[in-house]
């Protein structure tokens, strides 16, 4: 495989992570942003729906969360570790409140007179007529966010983890390579990054739940997927990556950087 675009390293200055660490980024903020919100709408929409697509099942989630690790190759890559460190504790952070959010909202008694799309389904008629409509919308509403303890814990440890397997791997790769093929350490970090993620998440959050044989297909498969999204948005990282060095001005090696992820920001 080669490089999709020509090396613009020459025209950047090389700096240290622990510079890096102690810089202001122009576009930090917004790549941070991005990172966190589809963090947080993944986990929130797709991570626990089964879906099956021509002979072969896996986990709905699997179209979307993969952009979080491209954006966490993007910030170790552009960034550095640190910077990456930053946001993974943020994601970190953020799923916990959602999940805390999320308990207290479905948790509240829903009002009986609370209409939503259930409660006016010809479908579910019957149930409304025996109940109340804020029964129904309680149920689709509990079914939707109403995640249990074994997906919230199993969704923070496995992105905790992966997210700074995938940075480690990424940042020691790029020393190796002496920045050159990025797409060597972009694919290579995911498939070890990925396989921690899938590894923990799936036989926490549905061992028991689903059967052995699912968790292991469903755990593999995705695992796969994420590999291959990784390798197709290839170009994409890439474009992003480049439109990114060439705006801040630097390119950021880990040469020095504590890859603790407890460490303060600064050299190791």
Request: glycine residues 8%; proline residues 4%; hydrophobic residues 50%.
């Amino acid at each position: 495989m080669t490089e999709p675009t020509p090396d613009h390293s020459h025209t950047l200055s090389r700096i240290a992570g622990s510079d890096g660490a102690r810089r202001h980024f122009r576009y930090f903020d917004y790549m941070m942003a991005a990172f966190v919100g589809i963090l947080l709408l993944s986990n929130l929409i797709g991570a626990s729906k089964l879906t099956s697509v021509g002979g072969y099942t896996f986990g709905a989630g699997i179209l979307f969360f993969p952009v979080s690790y491209v954006l966490g190759d993007v910030l170790t890559e552009v960034y550095g570790y640190a910077h990456a460190r930053r946001c993974v504790w943020v994601g970190f952070f953020a799923l916990l409140f959602m999940a805390f959010m999320s308990f207290v909202v479905v948790a509240m008694p829903p009002s009986a007179t609370w209409g939503c799309a259930s409660s006016g389904d010809p479908l579910f008629a019957d149930v409304v007529k025996a109940t109340s409509p804020g029964a129904v919308c309680q149920t689709t509403y509990v079914s939707v966010f109403g995640s249990t303890w074994r997906i919230v814990l199993a969704s923070v440890i496995a992105f905790w983890a992966g997210e700074f397997v995938n940075s480690f791997v990424l940042a020691r790769l790029k020393i190796l390579t002496q920045g050159k093929y990025l797409w060597t350490r972009t694919v290579g970090s995911t498939v070890f990054g990925q396989a921690v993620d899938s590894a923990l998440f799936y036989p926490i959050a549905f061992l028991g739940t689903w059967t052995t044989q699912s968790v292991l297909t469903v755990m593999v498969t995705n695992w796969g997927f994420k590999v291959l999204w990784e390798v197709v948005l290839t170009p994409v990282t890439y474009a992003v990556v480049g439109f990114l060095k060439r705006r801040e001005g630097v390119d950021v090696f880990d040469t020095d950087t504590n890859f603790s992820p407890f460490a303060k920001t600064g050299p190791a």
